[in-house]
């Protein structure tokens, strides 16, 4: 999930992401549970785009505010390498909250696409919890 900023009263420049524009490749995280941030890796932004590009799904750049449990995955042993897809909401934590159903299908597909794309490299791996 990643906030999306485009309703009445909100400046484009303080919340970009838009519903029906495609799912957020995260490019930034913050941690959940350390007092630090994450940087997702440029090559797994890096193919999340190509198969993004690949396929014809269109994505959105996303820096989460709030945090998620990749820096968990991030931390792990000797590092692993964690990002994330997101869906646009709008009016985030409230009984309203709004998604687009295409946003939530090209979000499937490409952690579908993904996941696929991934498996066949053996510099990479990936998992869906």
């Known amino acids: 999930m990643c906030l999306a900023g485009d309703y009445p009263g909100v400046e484009k420049h303080r919340a970009p992401i838009q519903l029906n524009k495609g799912p957020g490749i995260k490019l930034y995280d913050k941690s ?33 505010a709030g945090s998620t449990n990749a820096d968990v995955f991030a931390m792990e042993h000797t590092g692993v390498i964690a990002g994330g897809i997101s869906i646009p909401c709008r009016y985030t934590h409230t009984p309203v909250e709004i998604v687009s159903l295409k946003d939530t299908e090209n979000a499937i597909k490409l952690t579908v696409f993904s996941r696929r794309a991934f498996s066949r490299k053996r510099s990479m791996s990936f998992s869906v919890l």
């Open 32 to 64: 959940g549970k350390a007092h630090y941030h994450q940087i997702v890796p440029p090559i797994l932004v890096e193919a999340l785009e190509n198969v993004a590009f690949e396929k014809g799904i269109p994505y959105q750049y996303e820096f989460l």
